[in-house]
């Protein structure tokens, strides 16, 4: 016979044996006693927490021969045939694979036949959020009023994605993460069963590796227990040896390098962990978790040790890491590497990425990027999209530093004569580079910064955008990169739209923004920088810049709705 997964192998048989759902199964057990079985249940929660496992078992129950406490027996031949090939009664079907409108019209065609067997004839249907909009459509009336036998049983990891119309048509049940110790026990129960021997702490890494979910840290355990030797306890060094993982006391050595600023001895730990065959990736990985952790303890204190689920002692050494920096530092380090470590995914220069990123934590000022500086310049007159640019819009003209720089000054100066104040004489362009360059600079002044104002009491539209962008930079550098996807327009009378092109990129960056804590930011941003309130709107360019008129393209180059632009026709 083949080898049975440790997974499979441990698959609760009733509802007793489910880790960590109680609330779930007592909830179920309660209804097949009371004779109160629905006709749809919807399960939802993350991958290998027991959707599929609870599904199986209350099937069997709602047809078992000897249900006296809620759970299938597994002994009655109902118990022990309704799941087998041939036999009708328990139907699972992958949503994936089956998730055209044919597949659900023939689960309707197939309702009206009663069980072979049992009570009911069950349809489980497996990440049932993959079946197409007209699938969903066909199964709405079945699932409504199906026949006295039909019960339904849906499974998701994305509910968010079901119509509101299945959603309320099924008794949902969210199966919950199941916590680490939950998971370290069953892994320690396991063990004891197969007869392998392993130290605590290891028990504790693979619970935590599995990440809320038994399946994975089962699947992971099923690797692991072959690395003994003979008889001898497997340990946690062997564990992280086998996954190509280090131990948290180097993370840690890595961290105070970094934070000391000694470049030299952050390499060459890094240099030691790649040459004991370390992953580049789960280092990476291993980095950003110590960090998220200092940053815990920082900022919550002795709450840390519940939230982690460490002990006193780990606590104060984690303390110990960060005592001595801003919280701001470790906020920068958490995003800044999270970027990075999406790099890896398509490059075959691991070892080089993390070595550049590991230098530039040394140096906080680094961290920092000018977008002016990211953006590659192009010749005149070429054509094509630029970083930055909207498609269906064309560029933003260049503009003249000096004169600009002057303007500003003249203005400014202007300003503090208004307010009863003598300006400071500044003879040229180039000392008005102590003029604020951020969001955050320009909105701790009393009065906006000259430059994103025209002349007439307007809106200047590009200074305003890049001052939104600096501002990003130093306070939410994630919003950088969709904000290189749009373009700012004023609207007129206080409006301001960001405008996004309508390809895939475009869309992925609207969506960024559209969250209310990232939406509030840049509203509430722009608003500083202009001195005003302003109204703003998301906005979808659909048409391309080279299929536009010329009148549309003339209002686009102008970028403000609220000058009007006339075609005079010859």
Do not use: W
């Amino acid at each position: 016979m083949a080898y049975l997964a440790l997974y499979r192998r441990y698959r609760p048989q009733d509802f007793d044996n489910v880790v960590g759902q109680e609330y779930v199964t007592r909830i179920l057990k309660n209804q097949i006693l009371s004779g109160r079985v629905g006709h749809a249940y919807l399960f939802s929660g993350i991958r290998g927490t027991g959707k599929t496992s609870i599904a199986k078992i209350f099937a069997r129950a709602i047809n078992c021969e000897h249900n006296e406490d809620g759970n299938p027996c597994n002994v009655c031949d109902t118990c022990l045939n309704i799941e087998k090939p041939g036999v009708m009664d328990i139907i699972e079907i992958d949503g994936a694979s089956n998730r055209g409108v044919d597949e659900i019209r023939e689960i309707r065609e197939k309702v009206k036949y009663p069980p072979t067997m049992g009570k009911y004839k069950v349809y489980i249907i497996d990440e049932v959020h993959m079946l197409t909009k007209e699938a969903f459509n066909a199964l709405l009336k079945t699932l409504e009023e199906p026949p006295e036998h039909i019960v339904f049983i849906l499974a998701t990891t994305e509910p968010n994605k079901l119509p509101m119309t299945i959603l309320s048509r099924c008794q949902r049940f969210d199966i919950k993460p199941i916590s680490q110790e939950r998971i370290a026990g069953q892994i320690a129960h396991i063990l004891e069963d197969i007869g392998v021997s392993m130290d605590r702490e290891a028990i504790d890494f693979i619970a935590y590796r599995g990440d809320s979910s038994m399946r994975d840290a089962l699947s992971l355990l099923d690797q692991v227990i072959d690395i003994r030797e003979a008889d001898k306890t497997i340990t946690y060094e062997d564990v992280l040896a086998f996954m190509g993982m280090v131990d948290e006391d180097q993370i840690a050595g890595l961290v105070q390098d970094v934070v000391a600023g000694d470049k030299g001895g952050v390499l060459l730990k890094f240099k030691a962990m790649r040459e004991a065959g370390r992953d580049s990736g789960l280092v990476f990985g291993q980095l950003i978790d110590y960090l998220r952790k200092v940053l815990i303890v920082k900022t919550t204190g002795a709450a840390s040790q519940e939230i982690l689920g460490i002990t006193e002692s780990a606590s104060q050494a984690l303390a110990a890491v960060g005592q001595d920096v801003p919280d701001k530092r470790f906020y920068s380090m958490i995003d800044f590497l999270i970027e990075e470590k999406n790099k890896l995914r398509y490059s075959g220069l691991a070892s080089v990425i993390v070595e550049m990123a590991l230098l530039k934590l040394c140096d906080p000022d680094s961290l920092v990027k000018t977008v002016v500086q990211e953006q590659p310049e192009r010749p005149a007159g070429q054509q094509g999209r630029q970083a930055g640019a909207v498609q269906g819009m064309p560029p933003r003209p260049a503009q003249a530093a000096p004169q600009h720089a002057d303007n500003a000054v003249k203005s400014r100066a202007q300003e503090m004569r208004a307010a009863g104040r003598e300006p400071t004489a500044v003879s040229s362009a180039k000392e008005t580079a102590a003029l604020p360059a951020s969001g955050a600079d320009m909105a701790a002044q009393e009065t906006p910064p000259a430059e994103v104002r025209t002349a007439d009491g307007g809106v200047n539209t590009d200074n305003l955008y890049t001052g939104l962008v600096r501002s990003c930079q130093k306070q939410k550098q994630m919003l950088v990169r969709p904000l290189m996807c749009c373009k700012l327009a004023h609207k007129g009378d206080k409006k301001l739209a960001l405008r996004f092109s309508a390809d895939k990129d475009g869309q992925a960056a609207m969506g960024m923004l559209k969250l209310p804590v990232m939406f509030e930011f840049v509203k509430k941003t722009l608003c500083e920088l202009g001195g005003d309130q302003y109204v703003l709107d998301l906005e979808l360019v659909e048409k391309n810049y080279d299929e536009m008129s010329i009148l549309e393209k003339t209002k686009s180059i102008i970028n403000d709705d609220s000058v009007e632009v006339v075609e005079v026709k010859g």
